[in-house]
């Protein structure tokens, strides 16, 4: 081809999970053929989900997630903060917005199709009486046909929460509004919601002379459906002396409720001192019903329950300060122990669930696998958003900051050989083309065969010899000769140059420059 082609490409669907629009302008003025730019871009996605998403380490094929999904809000505007807060639950997702009309704030609810793949914005939350500054979809949670939205800043910080919950038609309605009526409370700072049980928490509140002791207020019905009611017994089990921040991070699960108190002070006795000493701000996590519990590593300033995330019999608690990192908890029988920390990373922010923890620190997220029984390994570190949740096989990732902080929100959901995508968050598979076969290009544990090249998603893999160079191909002369400058697995032989579709290679000393030769002198 000579001349000029011009070509404007959009990068492939995962690079908006990053915050980032990129398009791909190619110009192209030369004697050389253009190689199918098109189906090659499967190799720049692949280089660039790589780049700008993770630093990884292997795992078994079959245990990789895939962008299903990216949602925006269908009215969203600068600075309205979409994915500041983030919750999922089968095949809901809901995405807080906390600065949306001059910071009144709202949620938006997504729906996922029963194809599993696309999710649709069904409908926008408002609080029933929102005025400027109460930043509604501060926190957020949903359980099934419920959901529960912090306003933590209403009422000169005194704070509200809202219970929504879904009608036989489909429609969520705010079925009622709980309140703090102490001043400085940030009563909806954190929330947490399950079939039967939910919590507020007020990280601010005042209890006798403690500023900031904070509490949890809890909140439970009968049955699903049902209308909540203030449970006053746990609400009063609850009261730390001292400033504790108790409620800066709520969780629950089940009939179970987890609280973080990450200033609070732990007092012991000294037996050789013979004294009660005090070291500040070590921090206590306390689940309902089962205790409180600390780091097994504790020190002064470490503050332990930062954030908190439980999903069945297991719970990952954040630690920020001194020894910092996540904390996994595991239930047997009625209490609670300790069973891993995970020390690559630090728990500003937390999620779990039986197979997966995430953990935030610094802007940068960390992906854990668990392997055998109690096993977990860091698979990625990513930079794709501030918030996220899990629940069971999706994840759900906040960008509130995105495209002028208009904000953006990022799916991923479980990805196995055969099920059509290749560019996957731990790049595990090299081909996907729909099926576990071999012996057609892509192999039963999605990976190039030899002498094959694939391209596009769904994987369309074609025999090296066809002429047509694609995916990892560096040639194709249309035949799988060796030693004619185009091997017979499609690779440049040394000393020859190829260009061209079906590819005319020439050895090096014929006069002419062809693909990796920097020079030829004749």
């Known amino acids: 081809v000579t001349g000029v082609q011009t070509c404007a490409l959009p990068i492939w669907k995962f690079y908006p999970v990053a915050g980032i629009n990129i398009s ?33 380490a292997p795992v078994a094929n079959g245990d990789d997630w895939a962008q299903t999904g990216l949602l925006t809000a269908s009215d969203g505007d600068s600075n309205d903060r979409f994915g500041s807060s983030v919750a999922i639950f089968n095949s809901i997702a ?108 007020a990280p601010g509140e005042t209890y006798y002379d403690y500023p900031s002791a904070g509490t949890g207020y809890f909140y439970k019905r009968q049955d699903v459906g049902a209308s909540w009611v203030f449970d006053r017994e746990r609400h009063e089990a609850l ?52 205790g409180g519990v600390k780091a097994s590593d504790w020190c002064t300033s470490q503050y332990f329950g930062k954030a908190v995330s439980i999903q069945n019999n297991l719970a990952i608690i954040g630690a920020t300060g001194c020894n910092r990192g996540a904390y996994l908890f595991q239930k047997s029988g009625s209490s609670w122990s300790q069973a891993a920390k995970l020390t690559a990373s630090s728990g500003q922010r937390v999620s779990v669930n039986d197979k997966v923890a995430l953990t935030e620190y610094g802007g940068l997220i960390y992906f854990f696998y668990k392997s055998g029984a109690t096993t977990w390994n860091q698979q990625a570190q990513l930079n794709i958003g501030s918030t996220f949740a899990i629940h069971n096989n999706t994840l759900v990732f906040g960008a509130g900051s995105a495209n002028s902080a208009r904000g953006s929100a990022s799916i991923l959901s479980h990805s196995s050989c055969g099920d059509g995508f290749v560019g996957t968050l731990l790049g595990t598979k090299t081909c996907d083309d729909q099926n576990t076969e071999s012996g057609d290009g892509c192999s039963s544990t999605c990976e190039i065969e030899a002498g094959w090249g694939c391209s596009g998603e769904p994987s369309d893999c074609n025999r090296c010899g066809n002429g047509i160079i694609e995916a990892t191909q560096q040639c194709d002369d249309g035949n799988t000769l060796d030693l004619d400058g185009c091997s017979s697995t499609c690779e440049i032989e040394a000393g020859w140059g190829c260009s061209g579709q079906p590819s005319n290679c020439n050895p090096c000393g014929n006069g002419v420059i062809e693909a990796t030769q920097q020079c030829d002198d004749g």
């Open 239 to 290: 009261h730390n002396r001292g400033t504790v921040l108790l409620g800066w991070s709520v969780s629950a699960s089940n009939d179970v409720v987890l609280v973080g108190a990450p200033s609070a002070d732990y007092w012991y006795y000294e037996p050789v001192m013979r004294d009660h000493i005090t070291r500040a701000n070590v921090g206590f996590a306390y689940f309902y019903p089962g």
């Open 94 to 201: 809901l995405i807080g917005a906390k600065n949306d009309d001059l910071n009144r704030g709202s949620a938006y609810i997504f729906q996922r199709s029963n194809s599993g793949y696309s999710w649709n914005q069904i409908q926008k939350l408002k609080a029933s009486d929102g005025i400027s500054g109460d930043q509604f979809g501060y926190s957020v949670s949903v359980c099934d046909g419920s959901v529960l939205i912090g306003a933590p800043f209403k009422n000169s910080n005194r704070g509200s929460a809202y219970f929504f919950q879904r009608g036989v038609t489909g429609t969520w309605n705010e079925v009622s509004k709980v309140s703090s009526t102490r001043s400085n409370a940030q009563f909806g700072y954190a929330v947490a919601i399950s079939n039967l049980v939910a919590c507020v928490g």
């Open 24 to 56: 791909v302008c190619c110009n192209y003025e030369s004697k050389l053929s253009v190689m199918k730019l098109c189906k090659s871009l499967a190799i720049v996605r692949f280089l660039l989900v790589t780049f700008l998403l993770l630093s990884r």
